[in-house]
């Protein structure tokens, strides 16, 4: 079964602080891969996402993330963070096959605290 | 456009009893899925909908149940309630055509559920 792991749980920067949130999925298949941003309070919003192509996709808000499909993993990065970045992140996949075409598989996600 | 509603957006409900969410996608959005976020086990996958059949479904045991009327409203239903299914239920659509995996799928704010 498809899995996602996202490796921190919860992170702590100050402002201006550069960021790199891990995650990692387990598919040997062709996948589509997302990140998700759920503010306080507020919906789950799409970041960012990756279908195939250049593997260094960039997202609104600054926001980026590097493809590496041999090391299966979907990192996301901010050269540096504002006290609004935070919030909690997900990493998402799903695949383009298969009797569960399109589902969003999420990792557990990681919380984010900017300190002003 | 208007965004994905779901109602009610809290709920108490005890133990044993049942509960009906609804969920209005996006206008011409005929795909509607739900997942269920609980801190422990983070953003699950229910089931998905389109064109009121029931296109997909996770891992979930037989009280959970949905449907998809004409106009691509959606309702899940939990029967027999458990303390277990206090949780954010999030519904969300997308447009569906011949590549589903690659249409983003947009959020509501969901419906806490409590279950005391």
Redesign the interface.
Known sequence: AQSVSQHNHHVILSEAASLELGCNYSYGGTV?LFW?VQYPG?????LL?Y?SGDPLVKGIKGFEAEFIKSKFSFNLRKPSVQWSDTAEY?C?V???YG???????????TKLSVKP | KAGVTQTPRYLIKTRGQQVTLSCSPISGHRSVSWYQQTPGQGLQFLFEYFSETQRNKGNFPGRFSGRQFSNSRSEMNVSTLELGDSALYLCASRSSGPRTAYNEQFFGPGTRLTVL
């Open positions: 589509n998700y507020q919906h789950l919003q799409l996402k279908f997900f998402a799903n695949t383009n009797g569960s075409q399109g589902n969003l598989i999420f990792g557990k996600g």
